[in-house]
């Protein structure tokens, strides 16, 4: 539980709705998912969460992965609110950022 609260607080996270997103400090991002209908995607790689630990109620893709984009959006509903976490705080603005964007084919 320990370990969980320093990564919490030592992270930058994003809140999308797919339309827009906006870089919450950690206080906030505490509000956010408290509302049991925002939906929670942890960044991390597969060894990050492992080695960290995972974070209750939230569902692992790695932002780094192949078709990434994809799985995102066959987990998670696009019209509702997505809580975004990563580690450092580089991936989770541009996960959001390509999660924004439309697909190119």
Same mark, same amino acid.
């Given at each position: 539980?320990?370990?969980?609260?320093?990564?919490?607080?030592?992270?930058?996270?994003?809140?999308?709705?797919?339309?827009?997103?906006? %870089?919450? $400090?950690?206080?906030?991002?505490?509000? *956010? *998912?408290?509302?049991?209908?925002?939906?929670?995607?942890?960044?991390?790689?597969?060894?990050?969460?492992?080695?960290? $630990?995972?974070?209750?109620?939230? %569902?692992?893709?790695?932002?780094?992965?192949?078709?990434?984009?994809?799985?995102?959006?066959?987990?998670?509903?696009?019209?509702?609110?997505?809580?975004?976490?990563?580690?450092?705080?580089?991936?989770?603005?541009?996960?959001?950022n390509?999660l924004?964007?439309?697909?190119?084919?």
């Open positions: 539980m320990k370990r969980i609260f320093l990564l919490i607080f030592l992270t930058v996270f994003v809140s999308i709705t797919y339309s827009q997103h906006r %870089i919450v $400090g950690p206080d906030r991002f505490a509000k *956010i *998912i408290e509302d049991t209908t925002v939906q929670r995607l942890d960044l991390r790689s597969e060894s990050e969460y492992h080695i960290f $630990g995972h974070i209750p109620d939230f %569902i692992q893709i790695n932002c780094m992965s192949k078709r990434f984009k994809e799985r995102v959006k066959a987990t998670f509903d696009t019209t509702k609110t997505l809580a975004v976490y990563c580690m450092s705080g580089h991936r989770s603005p541009k996960a959001a390509c924004k964007t439309p697909t190119l084919y």
